[in-house]
């Protein structure tokens, strides 16, 4: 069971499982969870449309894989505390959760081959390699050779999974998907400024920090991108070299993107020791000493 072998476990059909079960107290029985994911009659017609068996148990299994319900005591038990009540807000609570998996689980691949996208595209010089490789070079080679799979077996990530994994990190806000060639476009604006919405709450929006310290805290919620232990780790393991005070390109877009829609502002003052150069595209902006938010409480998910 994980999230990308229980294909028909979509966001979301977990998020609805998990809003059946909160709305029952946090437990049901297991034959009372399929009458209402799968209600044998529809309000506008008398006729059954046959309940779709596999697409519940995919289902479970994927909520079950990353932790979010229990199957025990013959029933299903709901283990996220809080269910959002807005789908958005459930993008945010799968991502946590993710960030929170141990290495070694089977769900925390989706989040490793994320990490590896933004280390090739580094490594690459941008994204054009992902165009030109079709969904088996892309998933098969790159990826599996990146996440360093050295049998079959072992190989967590293949062109079979590469299609729901876009949908989930998509989902989470790190990628747009791609119709031509090419499984996706990274970018993590999207989820950049729902991580930053957190942040106000604990760091003041009207004060300006230092931008080291916030890269810190940053990647302990963003560990696959600058400064998190997932990037770095990659990195090393890709033989990139070390970054130093340059950010990735994944990074440096989504921070000028959030800086051009004034959610935040990037500082740069002098030729300072603490200055972080932005790469990329033309852009006024750099480089990058400290960082102030300009977003509001009305960002809250």
């Given at each position: 069971m994980s999230l990308l072998s229980d294909i028909q476990g979509s966001a979301e059909r977990i998020w609805s499982l998990l809003?059946?079960?909160?709305?029952?107290?946090?437990?049901?029985?297991?034959?009372?969870v399929p009458q209402w994911m799968n209600p044998q009659f529809t309000a506008e017609s008398s006729v059954a449309p046959g309940p779709d068996a596999t697409a519940l148990s995919q289902t479970v299994g994927a909520a079950v894989s990353v932790g979010l319900i229990a199957a025990t005591d013959?029933?299903?038990?709901?283990?996220?505390?809080?269910?959002?009540?807005r789908f958005d807000g459930f993008a945010d609570a799968v991502h946590q959760?993710?960030?929170?998996?141990?290495?070694?689980?089977?769900?925390?691949?989706?989040?490793?081959?994320?990490?590896?996208?933004?280390i090739l595209t580094e490594k690459y010089g941008g994204t054009h390699w992902i165009r030109e490789r079709n969904n088996t070079e892309l998933a098969d080679t790159v990826l599996a050779q990146a996440l360093r799979a050295d049998s079959e077996e072992e190989r967590r990530f293949n062109s079979t999974k590469l299609t729901p994994w876009v949908r989930?990190?998509?989902?989470?806000?790190?990628?747009?998907?791609?119709?031509?060639?090419?499984?996706?476009?990274?970018?993590i604006t999207e989820r950049l400024e729902r991580e930053l919405s957190v942040l106000v709450d604990t760091l003041s929006p009207?004060?300006?920090?230092?931008?080291?310290?916030?890269?810190?805290?940053?990647?302990?919620?963003?560990?696959?991108?600058?400064?998190g232990a997932l990037f770095i780790d990659l990195a090393q393991r890709e033989g990139l070299?070390?970054?130093?005070?340059?950010?990735?390109?994944?990074?440096s877009n989504a921070l000028r993107d959030l800086?051009?829609?004034?959610?935040?502002?990037?500082?740069?003052?002098?030729?300072?020791a603490g200055m972080y150069e932005l790469v990329g595209e033309a852009h006024p902006v750099r480089a990058v000493t400290s960082i102030r938010f300009t977003l509001g409480a009305d960002n809250h998910a």
């Open positions: 809003r059946l079960l909160d709305a029952n107290g946090g437990w049901m029985k297991r034959d009372e013959g029933g299903y038990r709901l283990l996220l505390e809080n269910v959002p009540l959760t993710l960030c929170q998996l141990p290495s070694g689980h089977a769900d925390y691949v989706v989040l490793e081959a994320y990490a590896a996208i933004v989930w990190v998509t989902f989470m806000g790190l990628a747009m998907p791609q119709q031509a060639r090419g499984a996706l476009y990274p970018t009207v004060t300006e920090h230092v931008f080291a310290d916030f890269l810190v805290s940053l990647g302990q919620r963003m560990p696959y991108i600058d400064g070299r070390p970054m130093g005070r340059r950010l990735s390109r994944v990074l800086h051009d829609d004034g959610r935040i502002e990037l500082i740069a003052v002098g030729d300072t």
